[in-house]
C-alpha cells in the first residue's frame, strides 16, 4: 500500500492536457474495469482495476473515487492490495452489495502457482466508513473451480435473491468454451454451486472462449411496463458481426427471463455500446434506504492490449471511465443516456439555423475542452460534427440516414482509426456528445445507440463545427471544465 502511495505522491498525470475533468482515470498507472459501484448516503463510490506501477510491474489494486453530483470524482487511497497468499497476482474484478451495515466487495485473488498455472479464488473485503477495508478471515470464500471448470473462473456480481444472495461468476468450460456459473449464500461467506447459466438456444453451449464481467439486473420495459431480466456480459473470443463487436474483446447483452439458472432470451446478444473503446461495465448497487433510481451502468474506456497510448508515454497513466449512464428498457433494446447532472445547459447561437452545407463553428465551444453538447437535427441529407481542429486533430462524425461514420484517424490515437455503424433512420436524430478533453462518448436518439472513443486531439486551437445540409432544431451545452 505504501508503494502504490508513494506512486500516487509522484504521478505527473493531471499535469497532462489529456487528463479528464469529469470522467475517472488513474492517478498514476493503469486503470481497467469498474468494480464494486456502490451508491450509499447519497454519495457513488466507484472502484476499479488499478495498476500504480504499470508498466514496470503488473500487481492490481483496487483503486477508489467517489462523487456526490458525479461530476467532481474525489480520488482516495487504494482499497485493496495484492497482499495475500489468494490474491498475490492481482486483486481481480467484482461487485458490491449492502448487507448487515456493511459494504461488501467480493473479489477474485489470481494467483499464478510456481509454473505460471493460473488459479482463481473468490474472497471479499468489508468496510463501514470506506477508509479501512478488512479482508475476511474466511478467505477465500469459493477455492477454485468446480469440476468441468477451468481457473478462468472471475469477476463475482453479487445481489440478493429473495432468500439470500446470488454470485454470478464468469467461467469458462474445461471445453474452452464461455459460460456463467451462479452461486448462493445465505450469509455472503458460505457459497454453494448452483449450477450454470442454461439457454435454449444451442448456440451458448459454445459462444466465445470465456465470459468476463456478467451483471444481471431486472428492470421493466418502458414501452410495455413487462419486467425482464438482462444479463450484461463480456463474451470474449466472439464477433465481429458486421458493423458490431468490432473490438479486441467484445460486450453486450440478453434481455429475456430467468427461472432458476434457465435464461431464455427474447432477442439477439446485442452489442452495448459500438465504439472503438468499451468493455466490462457493471451496473451500481443502490443501498437499502436511497432514493430509486434508474439503474445506472459505468463502462470501461479501454481494451485488453491496447495500452500504447500517448498518456501513458507522456504522462505514465493510461485508460478511463464512462460517464454514468441511466439505463432504460425500450421494445427490447437496452437505451443508455448520461445521468444529467449539475449545470444547467445554455442554449447555443446555432439553435434555430439553416446549415446549408456550410461548416459553422460553435463559438460557444471555442477552446472548451470539457463539456455535454445536446444537438436536435433534422436530417435532410448528409451532415457532420467535427470535434477538434479543422487543419489538425480532430474526430469526424459524419451521420446519413440510417448510418454514422466515425472517423479519428487524424488524432494522436494508434488503435483504429474508423468506424461505421447503423444508427435509427430518423427525421429528427438527438445527439449528445460528452467530450472531456481526451474521452469522447456520444449518444444517438434518446440513448438507442451509445459510441464511446479516446479522441487524442490537440490541446491548443480546439473547436467543434457543424456542417452539411440539415437544419439544427435545437443546441444546448453544459461547460464543465
Ligand atoms: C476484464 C478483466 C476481468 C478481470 C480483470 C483483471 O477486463 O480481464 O475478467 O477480473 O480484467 O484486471
Given at each position: 500500500m505504501d508503494a502504490a502511495q508513494r506512486a500516487i505522491g509522484e504521478?505527473?498525470?493531471?499535469?497532462?492536457?489529456?487528463?479528464?475533468?469529469?470522467h475517472i482515470a488513474p492517478p498514476v498507472g493503469r486503470l481497467n474495469d469498474p468494480n464494486g459501484l456502490v451508491v450509499i448516503d447519497g454519495v457513488y463510490h466507484v472502484f476499479y482495476q488499478f495498476g500504480p506501477f504499470f508498466p514496470r510491474d503488473k500487481a492490481i489494486y483496487w483503486g477508489h473515487a467517489s462523487s456526490a453530483d458525479l461530476v467532481t470524482w474525489r480520488s482516495h487511497a487504494p482499497a485493496i492490495a495484492p497482499a495475500d497468499w489468494y490474491d498475490r497476482n492481482g486483486v481481480y474484478s467484482g461487485g458490491a452489495v449492502v448487507h448487515d451495515g456493511r459494504v461488501w466487495l467480493h473479489y477474485t485473488g489470481n494467483v499464478k502457482d510456481a509454473e505460471g498455472r493460473r488459479e482463481a479464488y473468490q474472497c471479499a473485503v468489508t468496510t463501514t466508513d470506506f477508509e479501512h477495508f478488512t479482508k475476511l478471515e474466511a478467505n477465500p470464500l469459493i477455492s477454485g473451480p468446480p469440476e468441468g471448470y477451468t481457473a478462468h473462473l472471475r469477476d463475482p456480481y453479487v445481489v440478493p435473491d429473495g432468500e439470500g444472495f446470488a454470485m454470478y461468476l464468469g467461467a469458462q468450460r474445461a471445453d474452452n468454451t464461455g459460460c456463467v456459473l451462479a452461486y448462493h449464500s445465505d450469509d455472503l461467506v458460505e457459497w454453494r454451486l448452483v449450477g450454470e447459466l442454461t439457454f435454449p438456444d444451442e448456440r451458448y453451449a459454445s459462444y466465445g472462449y470465456m465470459w468476463e464481467c456478467p451483471n444481471l439486473l431486472r428492470l421493466p420495459d418502458a414501452d410495455t411496463g413487462e419486467e425482464y431480466d438482462v444479463l450484461i456480459v463480456c463474451p470474449q473470443g466472439v464477433g465481429p458481426r458486421g458493423d458490431e463487436f468490432r473490438n479486441i474483446f467484445p460486450c453486450g447483452y440478453l434481455v429475456g427471463h430467468l427461472d432458476g439458472t434457465r435464461f431464455t432470451p427474447i432477442g439477439e446478444f446485442a452489442e452495448l455500446d459500438s465504439g472503438f473503446e468499451f468493455y466490462a461495465p457493471q451496473v451500481f448497487t443502490v443501498a437499502p434506504g436511497e432514493p430509486e433510481q434508474p439503474p445506472l451502468l459505468v463502462g470501461w474506456l479501454g481494451n485488453g492490449?491496447?495500452?500504447?497510448?500517448p498518456s501513458l508515454a507522456e504522462h505514465g497513466w493510461v485508460h478511463a471511465l464512462s460517464v454514468p449512464r441511466d439505463l432504460t428498457l425500450r421494445g427490447g433494446r437496452l437505451h443508455q443516456l448520461p445521468r444529467r447532472i449539475a449545470g444547467e445547459p445554455t442554449l447555443l447561437?446555432?439553435?434555430?439555423?439553416?446549415?446549408?452545407?456550410e461548416a459553422r463553428e460553435l463559438p460557444e465551444l471555442a477552446g472548451v475542452r470539457s463539456f455535454i453538447l445536446d444537438l436536435s437535427v433534422d436530417q435532410r441529407d448528409a451532415w457532420s460534427l467535427r470535434l477538434g481542429k479543422r487543419d489538425g486533430a480532430h474526430v469526424t462524425l459524419a451521420f446519413e440516414r440510417g448510418a454514422l461514420t466515425v472517423d479519428r484517424s487524424t488524432t494522436r490515437y494508434p488503435h483504429g482509426g474508423v468506424r461505421r455503424l447503423a444508427v435509427p433512420d430518423l427525421d429528427r436524430l438527438d445527439v449528445t456528445v460528452v467530450h472531456d478533453r481526451s474521452v469522447t462518448e456520444v449518444f444517438l436518439a434518446a440513448g438507442h445507440t451509445a459510441f464511446s472513443l479516446r479522441s487524442y486531439l490537440d490541446p491548443d486551437g480546439f473547436s467543434v463545427a457543424v456542417a452539411g445540409d440539415a437544419a439544427v432544431a435545437n443546441a444546448a451545452a453544459a461547460v464543465l471544465e
Open positions: 504521478s505527473r498525470a493531471s499535469l497532462d492536457p489529456d487528463y479528464p475533468r469529469f492490449s491496447e495500452d500504447g497510448q447561437e446555432i439553435a434555430g439555423s439553416e446549415l446549408a452545407g
